[in-house]
């Protein structure tokens, strides 16, 4: 069963960049598709972005451009690059994986990270 640990959030001001890293352990990280979600106080889960085991990617709408997914096999990492980061950003981040394809519901995926709070000051 694999596992995902989280790391790089934080407070940065609007305009700025962080690096957001999901790194799995205890199985085949690399057959799987991994998505990144964020949820803010209130609010649903939304979809974020995703990668999938051949290193497709897909991003929601308002993240293109902006955010950059990538993924190191060898590191059974996944990464989230964010820029040009704005207030309306500022939302717990989750990285979950499923097996091979990306789905946009976050009910498709059964294995998520501890979450990292992302917060942009304006």
């Known amino acids: 069963q694999v596992s995902l640990v989280q790391s790089g959030g934080g407070l940065v001001q609007a305009g700025g960049s962080l690096r957001l890293s999901c790194v799995g352990s205890?199985?085949?990280?690399?057959?799987?598709?991994t998505a990144w979600f964020r949820q803010s106080p209130g609010k649903e889960r939304e979809f974020v972005a995703a990668?999938?085991?051949?290193?497709?990617?897909y991003y929601a709408d308002s993240m293109k451009g902006r955010f950059t997914i990538s993924r190191d096999n060898a590191k059974n990492t996944v990464y989230l690059q964010m820029n040009s980061l704005k207030a309306e950003d500022t939302a717990v981040y989750y990285c979950?994986?499923?097996?091979?394809?990306?789905?946009?519901?976050?009910?498709?995926?059964?294995?998520w990270g501890q979450g990292t709070q992302v917060t942009v000051s304006s």
């Open positions: 979950a994986i499923r097996d091979y394809t990306y789905n946009v519901s976050p009910q498709e995926y059964a294995i």
């Open positions: 990668i999938t085991w051949r290193s497709s990617v």
């Open positions: 205890g199985g085949t990280f690399r057959r799987y598709a």
